[in-house]
């Protein structure tokens, strides 16, 4: 299974806003397995989800679990096109966000961000 967490500029923290995120971390579970290191990933401006037209390959193409600290709601319709479930939280550890999910435990509650707001009415008009 292919998670992908959006993480802020240092790697170090799950990142909200994931439809502008470029930093993502990559992880490759297997059932049973011990986690993995990410891969990391950094998007350019053209492959954020706001801007990109799916008009060619992306790096989180395949991806079955996005998590994000916040997103918009055409964010979240445009993943479901890729078939990835997106996943908010409030953690603020990428593999304590990851453990969770992989022990099928419930993530924490998601904080509020202005941004999820101004997310919501500029989606009102996205192309997603």
């Not at 990391?40 to 600290?69: N, Y």
Request: proline share 5%; with cysteine.
């Amino acid at each position: 299974m292919k998670i992908a967490v959006a993480a802020k500029e240092d790697w170090s923290q799950v990142c909200g806003h994931a439809g502008q995120t470029r930093n993502w971390l990559l992880f490759d579970c297997l059932p049973g397995a011990a986690l993995p290191a990410p891969q990391r990933v950094e998007l350019s401006k053209e492959q954020l989800p706001h801007h990109f037209r799916d008009d060619g390959p992306h790096p989180l193409h395949g991806v079955e679990i996005v998590v994000a600290a916040s997103a918009g709601d055409g964010y979240l319709r445009h993943m479901q096109k890729w078939g990835a479930q997106v996943l908010l939280t409030g953690e603020t550890d990428p593999l304590v966000a990851l453990q969770k999910i992989l022990a099928g435990e419930a993530l924490a509650d998601t904080r509020f961000d202005i941004t999820t707001t101004l997310c919501k009415l500029r989606d009102l008009f996205s192309r997603h």
